[in-house]
């Protein structure tokens, strides 16, 4: 069975208020993104991967340096369709309720975690990404690179940010930090990161 691009959560110009436009969203989900999703359907067609479901496909050619392309492709499908969960109309802002608790414990404040978060997503070093992870009950900030996600290392995300400069160069060029800041002040989308806590 092969994969399908999985459709935004929401309109493609529902962000323009919060400056990530449709003119984005049209090449990171309609071409960058389904680019993906193409290829990995490509290299698996016909292998015993072509039944597995993508967290298995993820898991297994992590370990494998011979499936490193397989990875890279399975591992951007995957994070892709978590990152656009990780974005809500009307987002950011402050989580509430067992996160708000479980971050203020672990990370000392919202603020502190706030601090960890862009201090991630800033100084990750070319493409990848930024997460905030439950890993063995304790909440991290913690980044991969390129297609790594905290999936193929035994961690449960609860939400990410991609800083891929495809993700954010048409909006905001090189300002980088001014992506991220935005992300958490107007886009964050804390009730699926909730709901990936509490599913934990």
Known sequence: MAFELAPLPFAADALESDHMSANTFSFHHDKHHAAYVTNLNKLIEGTEMASKSLE????ESAKDPSKAGIFNNAGQVW???FFWNSLAPGGGG???GALADKINADF???DKFKEEFKNAATTQFGSGWAWLV???GTLKVTKTANADTPVAHGQTP???LDVWEHAYYLDFQNRRPDYITNFLDNLANWDFAAANLAAA
């Open 134 to 136: 439950l890993d063995n």
């Open 79 to 81: 994070n892709h369709n």
């Open 94 to 96: 402050t989580p509430t």
């Open 108 to 110: 000392g404040s919202f």
């Open 56 to 59: 298995e496909i993820v898991k």
């Open 158 to 160: 609860l939400l990410t």
